[in-house]
């Protein structure tokens, strides 16, 4: 794997994260983090895209949250900071680093900004991806925060279909069945 290193790193972060602000049964990594990584991935081929800065920018996209949930607000900011550190320390160039920045800054659905490149909107549609692809472990985890049937079902059905606004239009028309499956089964 070319980034071993980073996985491991964020996957190490990410079972500290579920142990001690996840409600200790979280599992972001399995249900999130590989997803988008998976996710986006596939699309940098599908779209053509630079799929190191694609891969790399979707390994660091919640790295700030995952350190402390505190940061959620601006953790895509603060994330690109966090891994513009990491990457200029390893020595990638400056150029590499700030296609990677401006992926992870630009990955957040509930923060609308223009995407400018094909590996902005490779990262950015594999996290709306993601909830789609992980919806009955969002279920679950509304669930185990105490959250009954309905709000759950609320949270859920609001997040996907965010999530799939979010997408591009490209992307929403290879989701679209499952979005559609899953608007069906939630109330």
Known sequence: MKYEKYYRLIQEQSEIYDKTQNCQVGQTWKYHL???????????????????????????????????????????????????????????????????????????ASVVKDKFSVEEICVADADAMSHLDSFVELICWRAYLGEDIMDCNDFVKNKIKKSYAKMSKETQALMKDKYESIMKVLL
């Open 34 to 108: 590989l997803p988008v990584i998976k996710n986006a991935c596939i699309l940098a081929e599908r779209y053509g895209a630079d799929k190191d800065v694609v891969e790399v920018a979707a390994i660091f996209h919640d790295y700030a949250d995952l350190l402390d949930f505190a940061n959620r607000e601006n953790h895509h900011i603060l994330g690109a900071e966090l891994a513009e550190g990491v990457l200029i320390q390893d020595g990638f160039p400056q150029e590499f680093v700030d296609k990677v920045k401006l992926c992870i800054t630009n990955h957040r």
